[in-house]
């Protein structure tokens, strides 16, 4: 555990210094989320930002009104993890799961240095953990260990009803990010209120034999899922077309879908370096009232 948090803290040391390169030393971070919040409103003064006019005071004929804002104190930062078999897939001495462990850790760490509170929720088919959102250095270990040494329950996937759970424990407005291969049916429908409601940031883990399995001829392969053989041409030129254009199809709808309502999107292969991913991903948009 010990040998983990070093490697992982390492990882968050060298995203931090790389963005604080970038950004001139000012390291803010996505746990930040918009950075704003609403403060007061004050009489309108030249040189004001007319975006900021509060149109429905201002009609009332007393003068025109601005609304002002200051910066978030406090911001709650939750993973989502789905934990589901799908996740045991993976080849030589990594699976997709360790990818899900070592992206928490790093998201964790990080937050605990942005003094955000970090809270996690893992999920199957239901609840396997739910750890609330605390500040500091001793409630991210806790979180951690917690998490790093879960026996989940089931190996089945209800992407939807994570997303149900994430709404209901969610309340206060917070940086969500969810861990997820998205191996299964998913709606939009309920994907969007997160968006809406949250600064939602959505990583997608996938190992490569997802899309390029072998060429091996007719083979089984089990369902982590369902506990299921099923027998397929893995030499079928056919049938490797369809297996990638079906992954590339779900990616490219999850992306679309993060656009949409302007959440972050990033696909993390299995057996690459992902450092600059995150960096990319890390690294805080300019601040914007579209949202507010």
């Known amino acids: 555990m010990k040998e983990i948090i070093a490697k992982l803290k390492k990882i968050e040391i060298r995203i931090r210094k790389t963005i604080e390169s970038r950004t001139h030393g000012k390291f803010n971070s996505i746990f930040k989320g ?4 609403f403060s007061d409103i004050r009489d309108y003064q030249y040189g004001d930002d007319v975006r900021n006019i509060d149109w429905k005071v201002t009609a009332k004929g007393h003068g025109t009104y601005i609304r002002t804002y200051q910066e978030e104190k406090e911001q709650d930062v939750i993973i989502i993890v789905d934990i589901s078999g799908s996740n045991d897939l993976g080849v030589g001495d990594k699976i997709k799961y360790d990818i899900l462990k070592e992206l928490s850790g790093i998201i964790t760490l990080s937050a605990v240095e942005q003094r955000s509170n970090i809270g996690l929720v893992a999920f199957s088919d239901q609840k396997e953990l739910f750890v ?48 997820s291969d998205f191996k299964g049916k998913w709606s939009e429908n ?14 997608q883990v996938s190992d490569p034999t997802e899309i390029a399995i072998p060429k091996m001829g007719i083979i089984p392969l089990l369902d982590k899922e369902s506990n299921k053989t ?20 779900n990616s490219r709808h999850i992306e679309s879908v993060c656009k949409k309502y302007r959440s972050r999107y990033v696909l993390i292969k299995n ?5 600059s991913k995150l960096v990319e991903l890390f690294t805080p948009r300019e601040t914007s009232y579209a949202r507010l």
């Open 132 to 179: 609330k959102p605390d500040r500091g250095i001793k409630h991210g270990y806790y979180l951690l260990h917690r998490f790093f040494h879960l026996v989940r329950q089931s190996s089945l996937t209800d992407i939807d009803a994570m997303f149900r759970y994430a709404l209901s424990v969610v309340q206060r407005k917070s940086v969500v990010i969810i861990l």
């Open 190 to 203: 309920l994907l969007s209120p997160l968006a809406q409601k949250h600064d939602l940031v959505v990583i």
């Open 271 to 275: 057996g690459e370096d992902y450092f």
């Open 230 to 249: 099923i027998w397929i041409n893995s030499s079928s030129k056919k049938y490797r077309e369809h297996l990638e254009e079906k992954f590339m199809a």
């Open 34 to 37: 918009s950075g704003i919040e």
